[in-house]
Nanobody, 127 residues
Framework: QVQLVESGGGLVQAGGSLRLSCAAS????????MAWFRQAPGKEREFVAA????????YYADSVKGRFTISRDNAKDTVYMQMNSLKPEDTAVYYC????????????????????WGKGTLVTVSS
Protein backbone atom coordinates (compact mmCIF):
# COMPACT_ATOMS: atom_id res chain seq x y z
CA GLN A 1 0.00 0.00 0.00
CA VAL A 2 1.20 3.51 -0.85
CA GLN A 3 -0.10 6.61 0.89
CA LEU A 4 0.06 9.90 -1.00
CA VAL A 5 -0.43 13.28 0.67
CA GLU A 6 -0.58 16.44 -1.42
CA SER A 7 0.17 19.93 -0.17
CA GLY A 8 0.89 23.40 -1.51
CA GLY A 9 -2.47 24.37 -2.93
CA GLY A 10 -4.05 27.74 -2.29
CA LEU A 11 -5.38 30.95 -3.77
CA VAL A 12 -3.24 32.82 -6.28
CA GLN A 13 -3.82 35.58 -8.81
CA ALA A 14 -3.63 34.93 -12.52
CA GLY A 15 -0.03 35.03 -13.66
CA GLY A 16 1.23 33.82 -10.31
CA SER A 17 2.97 30.62 -9.27
CA LEU A 18 2.48 27.73 -6.88
CA ARG A 19 4.49 24.64 -6.06
CA LEU A 20 2.64 21.47 -5.21
CA SER A 21 4.21 18.61 -3.28
CA CYS A 22 3.14 15.00 -2.87
CA ALA A 23 4.76 12.97 -0.12
CA ALA A 24 4.64 9.19 -0.48
CA SER A 25 4.98 6.49 2.12
CA UNK A 26 4.51 2.77 2.43
CA UNK A 27 6.43 1.25 -0.47
CA UNK A 28 9.60 1.92 -2.45
CA UNK A 29 8.88 5.29 -4.02
CA UNK A 30 11.37 4.87 -6.86
CA UNK A 31 9.44 1.85 -8.15
CA UNK A 32 6.52 4.06 -9.17
CA UNK A 33 5.80 6.38 -12.04
CA MET A 34 4.25 9.48 -10.52
CA ALA A 35 1.69 11.83 -12.00
CA TRP A 36 -0.52 14.80 -11.33
CA PHE A 37 -4.15 14.96 -12.37
CA ARG A 38 -6.71 17.67 -11.77
CA GLN A 39 -10.46 17.97 -11.55
CA ALA A 40 -12.26 21.25 -12.06
CA PRO A 41 -15.82 21.77 -10.76
CA GLY A 42 -18.30 19.91 -12.94
CA LYS A 43 -15.60 18.30 -15.07
CA GLU A 44 -13.89 14.95 -15.26
CA ARG A 45 -10.50 14.35 -13.73
CA GLU A 46 -7.81 14.99 -16.34
CA PHE A 47 -4.14 14.22 -16.75
CA VAL A 48 -1.66 17.05 -16.13
CA ALA A 49 1.88 15.64 -15.98
CA ALA A 50 3.86 12.48 -15.25
CA UNK A 51 7.45 11.56 -14.46
CA UNK A 52 9.40 8.34 -14.82
CA UNK A 53 10.79 6.35 -11.93
CA UNK A 54 14.27 7.84 -12.18
CA UNK A 55 13.02 11.31 -13.06
CA UNK A 56 14.62 11.51 -16.50
CA UNK A 57 11.45 11.34 -18.58
CA UNK A 58 8.44 13.60 -18.25
CA TYR A 59 5.18 14.00 -20.11
CA TYR A 60 2.71 16.90 -20.05
CA ALA A 61 -0.77 17.74 -21.16
CA ASP A 62 -0.74 20.31 -23.95
CA SER A 63 -2.67 22.75 -21.77
CA VAL A 64 0.18 23.05 -19.25
CA LYS A 65 3.25 22.47 -21.43
CA GLY A 66 5.78 25.25 -20.93
CA ARG A 67 4.10 26.49 -17.74
CA PHE A 68 4.21 23.49 -15.38
CA THR A 69 7.24 21.40 -14.42
CA ILE A 70 7.04 18.03 -12.69
CA SER A 71 10.02 16.74 -10.72
CA ARG A 72 10.79 14.18 -8.04
CA ASP A 73 13.24 13.58 -5.24
CA ASN A 74 13.53 9.84 -4.62
CA ALA A 75 15.63 10.44 -1.50
CA LYS A 76 12.69 12.36 0.00
CA ASP A 77 9.92 10.17 -1.49
CA THR A 78 8.32 13.30 -2.89
CA VAL A 79 7.08 14.50 -6.26
CA TYR A 80 6.63 18.17 -7.04
CA MET A 81 4.88 20.32 -9.60
CA GLN A 82 5.98 23.86 -10.16
CA MET A 83 3.13 25.83 -11.71
CA ASN A 84 3.91 29.17 -13.32
CA SER A 85 1.84 31.66 -15.33
CA LEU A 86 -1.30 30.31 -13.73
CA LYS A 87 -4.63 30.96 -15.42
CA PRO A 88 -8.18 30.91 -14.00
CA GLU A 89 -8.81 27.75 -16.01
CA ASP A 90 -6.13 26.01 -13.95
CA THR A 91 -8.49 26.18 -10.96
CA ALA A 92 -9.08 22.60 -9.79
CA VAL A 93 -8.38 20.02 -7.16
CA TYR A 94 -4.99 18.57 -7.97
CA TYR A 95 -4.38 14.89 -7.28
CA CYS A 96 -1.15 12.94 -7.02
CA UNK A 97 -1.11 9.43 -8.49
CA UNK A 98 1.30 6.51 -8.48
CA UNK A 99 1.52 3.45 -10.70
CA UNK A 100 4.02 0.64 -10.70
CA UNK A 101 3.67 -0.56 -14.31
CA UNK A 102 2.79 2.40 -16.51
CA UNK A 103 5.06 4.82 -18.36
CA UNK A 104 4.65 8.60 -18.11
CA UNK A 105 2.93 8.58 -21.51
CA UNK A 106 0.47 5.83 -20.63
CA UNK A 107 -0.46 7.60 -17.41
CA UNK A 108 -2.07 10.17 -19.72
CA UNK A 109 -4.16 7.61 -21.61
CA UNK A 110 -6.58 6.59 -18.88
CA UNK A 111 -6.97 7.25 -15.19
CA UNK A 112 -8.82 3.95 -14.77
CA UNK A 113 -6.81 1.35 -12.90
CA UNK A 114 -4.06 3.62 -11.59
CA UNK A 115 -2.66 2.00 -8.46
CA UNK A 116 -2.82 4.80 -5.88
CA TRP A 117 -4.30 8.27 -5.46
CA GLY A 118 -3.95 11.05 -2.96
CA LYS A 119 -6.89 13.01 -1.59
CA GLY A 120 -6.06 16.19 -3.49
CA THR A 121 -5.19 19.81 -2.85
CA LEU A 122 -7.25 22.75 -4.08
CA VAL A 123 -5.73 25.36 -6.38
CA THR A 124 -7.78 28.48 -7.04
CA VAL A 125 -6.61 31.06 -9.58
CA SER A 126 -8.40 34.39 -9.48
CA SER A 127 -8.67 36.68 -12.50
Amino acid sequence: QVQLVESGGGLVQAGGSLRLSCAASGRTFSNYVMAWFRQAPGKEREFVAAISRGGLNTYYADSVKGRFTISRDNAKDTVYMQMNSLKPEDTAVYYCAADRTRSPQTMSVSKTGIDYWGKGTLVTVSS
